[in-house]
């Protein structure tokens, strides 16, 4: 192990012959130590890693090596052709050449005869190890039937037997002071975390705890937790203290791992199964669901207590001569096994009707098979593959159940800071200058960093519970370190989950940097409004570039490929993005000319409202009916576009008044100038926006008049022209002035009266 921690040669450091007679020591050394030591799994897992560190090292030295002689043969072609004419310098440095060269290909060949005795002995020692493990894994033992057959038919040896345990049992090596202590703390946790757990209990009903609304779930999880916290100290300090000082046995560390495990187990699942946890994706258990689940995990904790206490050394071998347990202790393991098997098997079917991810997943069912399979091979006689099985599932269960509470916790945090649930979000969403309903943005990005780096922690936790070996670890952690290459292209993973969480900080940061701009920084210049927002937009786009750039640098993205594929989409984008380039080019132009600016009243075509937004790609219209309509900018660059607001916010009204015939005209044009004059929002100051009145015509029904203004405000307009109708209207009614309305009169002539039509003589 020692090994592969050693630093790989860099290029620029040249591997010399005494560093390669050492490497080929060591190499001799680790051969004889593996036919010597063949047989012990220790030595094997030293000499894998070993053999793994050379061969890491004469790799880096062969890549060295055929580096310096790809430039020894380019100097040498630079030289040309030997010939009797060439000068004595050039035949100098051919021969320099020569010579290093020689070196050189000494030097390969010996480093690719370490790494090829490096990766033998490496598969070699690989092999062995799986071949004693898989000897271990199936190694046999007396079954079910025998021991029984033995304890039936052979008459008092089950009396010797437990007479045997019993002396045994009354003889443990333990160290008592070192057991004293471990209790002593052990017993302290346990008062502590008991009146801890009282006051908190008693304070959180009275009052809600603060993370309630900012999580739920780990709401739920801390008040179920301290009904537990008792146990979990007691387990905890105990356990810690046994490990530093063992106590001569570890059945008793064994125990109190056990204890912790399953008092944290059964303090998330509590809390997950409340009818108060309205957890997404588990359905809460009412109190007849919830009584059988305590009851079978209740005996799932006991028979597995007692299978840990009857699987320790201390019951393995009542006698010297007999390495071997007794029947009777054979035979109560078998018993506590199935015992396990039936209430886990009980328990993850009853648990599948609450945890909607369990049905998704089939995981049900797959525990089911394994315990079958585990209860089955303990009754063969296959204890080592009967604990191997025991042991994944539960260790499954319980590394999925709290990879579960990491993805949902932070999850449900992300949710309140997307929405503002609580008083420190909503000041955050301040801060970042975000408006109700927006999402923040990079933080899509933790969230896919989060669920990642939890998928791959589990996912190496499970391969390590399953088999995966400690060597094979350490392996995979370095090749998730160093980078993985795939057809020539290094992946780093995690230099991709670096990016990703430099690329949300930073976008976030660029948030806060646009609500600065615009707060602080150009409110004391002399930009106009249209301006300050083009400058603000185009700093968060830059910002949003530098992030993404940054983001692909630390994630290990080499720039000139980046060059080489938008060389090759180049031509992509000139058929098949013409469109999305055209409109980004335009929405440039509308930043930067700001013929339109946010909030201004637009027609464009047969869209007309207020402009809300003004992306890089399109523009975004809200009616008068506040639906929003998604206008592409290259329209609004090519297209005629009506803008009410563009310069100031004056407008014009036209009000076109009929009256009826026989009114005084002149008194007519004075009420309709008088209505505009009294009107607050009318301009009258501005001599080239004057009141008018005019004298249109003689209508069929009426006198028309037309009365023009202008207007402060042209969003006013239909409030404006609303008052001065009223205005007109009421003066009208005053002067005894009418208008008109249009009327048809219509005769009714009887049959008898028509004329008889004249014949035409014709």
């Known amino acids: 192990m020692m090994c592969l921690t050693l630093p790989i040669y860099a290029a620029d450091i040249p591997f010399t012959t005494e560093d390669l007679d050492t490497f080929s020591k060591q190499l ?31 790799q880096a030295c062969i890549t060295q090596y055929e580096h310096e002689q790809t430039q020894i043969q380019q100097a040498t072609d630079s030289l040309g052709e030997s010939a009797t004419t060439d000068d004595k310098d050039v035949q100098q440095k051919r021969t320099e050449l020569e010579t290093k060269k020689q070196q050189v290909d000494k030097t390969l060949a010996q480093c690719r005869l370490i790494n090829l005795r490096a990766t033998t002995l490496l598969d070699s020692s690989l092999k062995s190890q799986q071949d004693l493990l898989k000897q271990q894994l199936f190694a046999p033992s007396q079954s079910l039937f025998t021991h029984l057959y033995t304890l039936l038919l052979e008459p008092g040896i089950w009396k010797q037997e437990l007479a045997g345990l019993v002396n045994k049992l009354l003889q443990p090596l333990i160290n008592w002071h070192n057991l ?58 105990s356990g810690l203290s046994l490990y530093f000082y063992p106590a001569g046995t570890p059945i008793i560390p064994q125990f109190m791992q056990l204890l912790l495990v399953f008092s944290l187990s059964y303090g998330i699942l509590h809390s ?96 089911t098979l394994c315990i079958v399979l585990a209860v089955g091979s303990l009754w063969l006689g296959y204890r080592n593959v009967a604990s191997f099985l025991f042991t994944g599932v539960f260790g499954t269960l319980f590394l999925l159940l709290v990879a579960l509470l990491l993805i949902k916790i932070p999850s449900e945090v992300f949710d309140g800071l997307d929405e503002g649930r609580v008083e420190w979000q909503q000041r955050l969403r301040e801060q970042l200058g975000l408006k109700p309903g927006q999402f923040i943005p990079g933080l899509i990005w933790l969230r896919l960093t989060n669920t990642m780096v939890i998928n791959s922690l589990l996912i190496i936790l499970l391969l390590r519970l399953w088999g995966m070996s400690e060597q094979s670890q350490t392996n995979l952690i370095h090749q998730l370190r160093n980078g993985i290459d795939i057809a020539g292209f290094t992946l780093e993973p995690l230099r991709i989950i670096g990016g990703l969480l430099v690329l949300a ?68 984008i000139g058929f098949g993005l013409q469109n999305i380039v055209n409109n980004f080019v335009s929405g440039l132009i509308l930043l930067f000319e700001r013929p339109i600016r946010r909030g201004d009243w637009i027609k464009v075509g047969t869209a007309e409202g207020y402009v809300r937004e003004i992306s890089i790609r399109s523009t975004t219209i809200q009616t008068f009916d506040r639906s929003d309509i998604i206008v592409p900018n ?115 002539v009887k049959n008898s009266e028509v004329p008889a039509k004249s014949t035409d003589l014709g």
Not at 301 to 321: K, R, Y
Not at 646 to 675: C, H, K, W
């Open 180 to 237: 004293i202590v471990a209790f002593s703390y052990g017993i302290a946790g346990l008062l502590v975390g008991l009146l801890w757990s009282i006051h908190k209990r008693r304070q959180y009903r009275q009052q809600t705890p603060a993370i309630h609304e900012t999580s739920p779930t780990l709401a739920a999880v801390w008040r179920s937790l301290l009904r537990v916290m008792p146990y979990v100290l007691f387990a905890g300090l």
């Open 634 to 748: 290259s329209e609004i660059i090519s297209g005629q576009v009506t803008n009410m607001m563009l310069n100031d916010n004056f407008g014009r009204l036209i009000l076109p008044i009929g009256v009826a015939y026989g009114s005084d005209t002149e008194q007519v044009m004075m009420i309709l100038r008088e209505a505009a004059t009294a009107h607050p929002a009318v301009l009258k100051e501005r001599t080239d926006m004057k009141i008018s009145v005019f004298f249109r015509g003689f209508g069929a029904d009426s006198l028309d008049f037309e009365l023009r203004c202008f207007i402060r405000d042209i969003e006013s307009k239909l409030g404006v022209t609303s008052d001065l109708n009223l205005a007109i209207d009421k003066a009208f009614r005053q002067q005894g002035i009418d208008i008109p309305f249009p009327q048809r009169t219509v005769h009714l």
């Open 28 to 58: 001799d050394t680790a051969e004889k130590d593996f036919e010597q030591y063949g047989n012990d799994i220790t030595r094997l897992n030293s000499l894998h890693a070993t053999a793994a560190g050379l061969g890491q090292k004469a």
């Open 505 to 572: 900080l930073l976008v976030s940061v660029t948030q806060v940097f646009k609500k600065h701009v615009s707060e602080s920084w150009l409110r004391r210049t002399s930009l106009s409004r249209g301006a300050r927002e083009a400058s603000t937009t185009i700093s968060g786009y830059i910002g949003i570039l530098m992030a993404i750039l940054i983001g692909l640098s630390v994630a290990g993205i080499q720039f000139e490929k980046l060059a080489i594929i938008a060389g090759a989409l180049s031509v992509g």
């Open 272 to 367: 997950l199964l409340r009818t108060t946890a309205q957890v997404e994706g588990i359905v809460p258990a009412d109190k007849k669901a919830g009584n059988k689940l305590y009851t079978w995990a209740r005996l799932l904790l006991f028979s597995t207590m007692t299978g840990v206490v009857v699987h320790s050394q201390l019951f393995d071998s009542t006698s010297l001569e007999n390495a071997e347990p007794s029947h009777l202790v054979a035979l109560i393991r078998i018993t506590c096994g199935t015992v396990i098997g039936i209430a886990l098997t009980r328990l993850i079917w009853l648990m599948s009707l609450h945890f909607l991810f369990i049905k998704r997943t089939r995981l049900h069912l797959l525990t």
